[in-house]
């Protein structure tokens, strides 16, 4: 097996773009290729078949590989919950929240289970693609560095350099990180990439030669023009390009200060007449033709600050005037009669009203529920994913959203009460059957759903990710490393 890893100048340089670029890639090259993180510290998670959880960016880059999301893909996964505190998930199961000096305490444990995992993928891959964390040359963590340098050296591999010239000091970034790694990892370099170049690309001719004397050994094997219609995922869940896109009737979306899974929201970037907007305060939301709540890592901490920034009446009194309002997982959990977590399991401790816009109490649990399920709307079928912690019951009668099936068989799941709408499920609007649901309860008649679903549209954006690549860098050093 060869391990390829993609290193990035800093955060937010596009290491997971480019690291499910290589693995689709790869893929099409016929090599079996898996992805993996060492350490991800994300709210955007994913639901294996086996009832773990992992990173959603490495779930996106296995299915980029064609391969079932593995939590051995992301064996250490952070959700942050508050400051300074984040719940811990080893292989797929949650151990409970961890403030990060204690986290650091565990660092030779923690290394023993990366170590077992990159192990594991020696026979069953040809090709590890490596995705770093951050920069590798932070000075002050490089000894407790679980994601770049350390999983690479352990299977003796090479890397990518990938940095961000859309936020300038592009020679900076790329010479600054050479002059800093250690001399002893030079030689594993396959080559830079200047990421995310917007504009006419022939203004930046010949980067090799202005960056050679500052940074000899490195060689820059190309430069990537940003592509916004080839963005499957965002590690974090949303660029700040994404926070208002389309044009049409505006469907706000909340901006918790700690949601998890904004992705939701991306199938609606397909459909025509339809703007969506992530709002974090009440004025915002004069005009929006429908309202989501998304989910949270602590639903009783965005309570409170819905009530705080005066969010919290502005929906209710939209709600009231006949807008939908649509709550995900955390948000399905703020629109009932009541939160209880009395020992802060979930985050936040506390007993207290929800918004009461359907009619539901939800108790939480030190129980976690990850499960994947297949939904059904109408005629169409398809999967979706629950990650919560609380068990949510009916305090009055009140109509299912829709059926569910798993393992476990048929059952219902959410709830709709008139223009209130609730459920569990990630992915809940992968289909345009859901969209369309909501944009007829809105009223919205100008709605033009994307008729194909979401996941399949990630497919052909995958291929054409692999393409875009082949076009614009030279892979000669990366073909000759992977004797392809």
């Given at each position: 097996?060869?391990?390829?890893?993609?290193l990035?100048?800093?955060?937010?340089?596009?290491k997971?773009?480019?690291?499910t670029?290589f693995?689709?890639?790869?893929?099409?090259?016929?090599?079996?290729?898996?992805?993996?993180?060492?350490?991800?510290?994300?709210?955007n998670?994913?639901?294996?078949?086996?009832?773990?959880?992992?990173?959603?960016?490495?779930?996106v880059q296995?299915?980029?590989c064609?391969?079932?999301?593995d939590?051995?893909?992301?064996?250490?996964?952070?959700?942050p919950?508050?400051?300074?505190?984040s719940?811990?998930?080893l292989?797929?199961?949650?151990?409970?929240?961890q403030?990060?000096?204690?986290?650091?305490?565990h660092?030779?444990?923690l290394?023993?289970?990366?170590?077992a995992?990159?192990?594991g993928?020696?026979?069953?891959c040809d090709?590890?693609?490596?995705e770093?964390?951050g920069?590798p040359v932070?000075?002050?963590?490089?000894?407790?560095?679980?994601?770049?340098l350390?999983?690479?050296r352990?299977?003796?591999?090479?890397?990518l350099?990938v940095?961000?010239?859309d936020?300038?000091?592009i020679?900076?970034?790329?010479?600054?990180t050479?002059?800093?790694?250690?001399?002893?990892?030079?030689p594993?370099?396959l080559?830079a990439?200047?990421n995310?170049?917007?504009?006419?690309?022939?203004?930046?001719?010949?980067?090799?030669?202005w960056?050679?004397p500052?940074?000899?050994?490195l060689?820059i094997?190309?430069?990537?023009?940003f592509?916004?219609?080839?963005q499957?995922?965002?590690?974090d869940?949303?660029?700040a390009t994404?926070?208002?896109?389309?044009?049409?009737?505006?469907?706000?979306?909340?901006r918790?200060?700690?949601?998890?899974?904004?992705?939701?929201?991306q199938?609606?970037?397909g459909?025509?007449?339809?703007?969506?907007?992530?709002?974090?305060a009440p004025?915002?939301?004069?005009?929006?033709?429908a309202?989501?709540i998304?989910g949270s890592?602590n639903?009783?901490?965005?309570?409170r600050?819905?009530?705080?920034?005066?969010l919290?009446?502005?929906i209710?009194?939209?709600?009231?005037r006949?807008v939908p309002?649509v709550?995900?997982?955390?948000?399905?959990?703020?629109l009932g009669?009541?939160?209880?977590?009395?020992?802060?399991?979930?985050?936040d401790a506390?007993?207290?009203s929800?918004?009461?816009?359907?009619?539901?109490?939800t108790?939480?649990q030190?129980?976690k529920?990850?499960?994947?399920?297949?939904?059904?709307c109408g005629?169409?079928?398809?999967?979706a994913?629950?990650?919560?912690?609380?068990?949510?019951?009916?305090?009055?009668?009140?109509p299912?959203l829709?059926?569910?099936?798993?393992?476990?068989?048929?059952r219902?799941?959410g709830?709709r009460?008139?223009?209130v709408?609730?459920?569990?499920?990630h992915?809940?609007f992968e289909?345009p059957?859901t969209?369309r649901l909501?944009?007829?309860a809105?009223?919205?008649?100008?709605?033009?759903?994307h008729l194909?679903?979401?996941?399949e549209?990630?497919?052909q954006?995958y291929?054409?990710?692999?393409a875009?690549?082949?076009s614009?860098?030279?892979?000669?050093?990366?073909?000759?490393?992977?004797?392809?």
């Open positions: 097996m060869r391990s390829l890893s993609i990035g100048t800093s955060s937010n340089a596009g997971t773009w480019v690291a670029a693995c689709a890639w790869l893929r099409a090259q016929g090599v079996r290729v898996a992805p993996f993180k060492a350490q991800n510290m994300s709210n998670a994913w639901a294996t078949l086996d009832g773990g959880e992992m990173a959603r960016a490495q779930a296995a299915e980029a064609g391969l079932m999301p939590a051995g893909m992301n064996p250490i996964l952070l959700k919950s508050g400051p300074g505190g719940q811990l998930v292989l797929g199961r949650a151990q409970g929240h403030a990060a000096a204690e986290y650091y305490r660092f030779d444990h290394w023993e289970i990366v170590k995992a990159l192990d993928w020696r026979s069953r090709v590890l693609v490596q770093g964390a920069s932070e000075l002050n963590l490089m000894g407790r560095d679980l994601v770049n350390r999983p690479m352990h299977l003796d591999g090479r890397f350099l940095g961000d010239i936020r300038g000091g020679y900076a970034q790329l010479a600054g050479w002059a800093l790694l250690p001399p002893e990892d030079r594993r370099s080559g990439i200047v995310r170049f917007r504009g006419d690309i022939s203004l930046f001719p010949h980067p090799q030669e960056l050679a500052h940074a000899p050994g060689d094997a190309g430069t990537l023009p592509r916004p219609d080839l499957p995922e965002e590690e869940g949303l660029a994404d926070e208002d896109r389309g044009a049409g009737a505006s469907i706000c979306w909340i918790l200060p700690r949601a998890a899974n904004l992705t939701d929201c199938p609606w970037w459909d025509a007449g339809i703007r969506t907007r992530w709002v974090s004025e915002a939301l004069a005009g929006a033709r309202i989501v998304p890592k639903t009783l901490a965005d309570l600050w819905l009530r705080a920034c005066g919290a009446g502005a209710v009194a939209a709600a009231k006949g309002v709550g995900i997982c955390g948000g399905f959990q703020i009669a009541r939160l209880v977590d009395p020992e802060g399991v979930a985050g506390g007993d207290e929800g918004l009461g816009l359907l009619p539901h109490r108790v939480f030190r129980e529920t990850v499960r994947q399920v297949t939904a059904r005629d169409r079928r398809w999967t994913y629950e990650i919560h912690m609380g068990r949510s019951e009916p305090t009055a009668p009140c299912a829709h059926l569910i099936e798993d393992a476990q068989g048929s219902p799941e709830l009460s008139g223009n709408i609730g459920t569990y499920l992915g809940w289909v059957e969209r909501l944009a007829a809105a009223n919205i008649a100008e709605h033009m759903p194909v679903p979401w996941a549209q990630r497919q954006i291929r054409q990710m692999a875009h690549l082949e614009h860098l030279n892979l000669a050093s990366i073909k000759r490393y992977l004797d392809l």
